[in-house]
């Protein structure tokens, strides 16, 4: 139970409350927006988890209207950095010099993916919304994934990745 931060109406027992996904505030009904769950947002969600920004989130998708300005910039920066990752540098573990000690820098990593190069393309779109243009320090990690066979008798593994590295100016 709480109060919706934009329009202060007490939140009863009976009335849902919802999670700004950028400010992480709580809010009620009429001052949310939902927003579908796609592929952008997926990803926003993962950049604003490593910020620690949601850690509030409850799993449903709300903007709360004082954010809602600010999240369709964000919003339409991410599906920029999603269309164009050429621009980030990256730069494998075993790459020494030139980012100097001490620099600034942000973990970032990419949700687990069949496909190696989606797990990058989805790690370079996360620092192009972080407005930095390189990546330190660049791995892939390996795991197996499993369904069900086709035939429906037995199980079909396959491989999973995930990309992980540092985002630096
Ligand atoms: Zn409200
Ligand atoms: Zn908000």
Request: proline share 2%; charged share 25%.
């Amino acid at each position: 139970m709480g109060i919706c931060s934009v329009c202060n109406k007490y939140l009863g027992l009976l009335s849902r409350e919802f999670n700004c996904c950028i400010c992480g505030r709580v809010v009620c009904r009429e001052c949310r927006t939902k927003i579908p769950n796609d592929e952008v947002m997926e990803l926003l969600l993962q950049v604003h988890h490593v910020l620690d920004r949601a850690s509030s989130w409850d799993g449903s998708f709300s903007v709360c209207s004082n954010c809602i300005g600010e999240f369709g910039k964000r919003y339409s920066k991410m599906k920029d950095g999603l269309s164009d990752t050429s621009s980030v540098k990256i730069y494998t573990i075993n790459y020494q010099g030139k980012i100097p000690k001490g620099t600034y820098r942000i973990k970032i990593e990419s949700d687990w993916f069949r496909d190696r190069n989606e797990a990058l393309v989805k790690l370079k779109a996360m620092a192009t919304y972080l407005d930095y243009r390189q990546i330190v320090e660049v791995r892939f990690d390996k795991d197996t994934g499993s369904e069900p066979s086709e035939n429906g008798k037995g199980t079909h593994y396959y491989t999973i990745w995930q990309a992980s590295g540092y985002a630096v100016k």
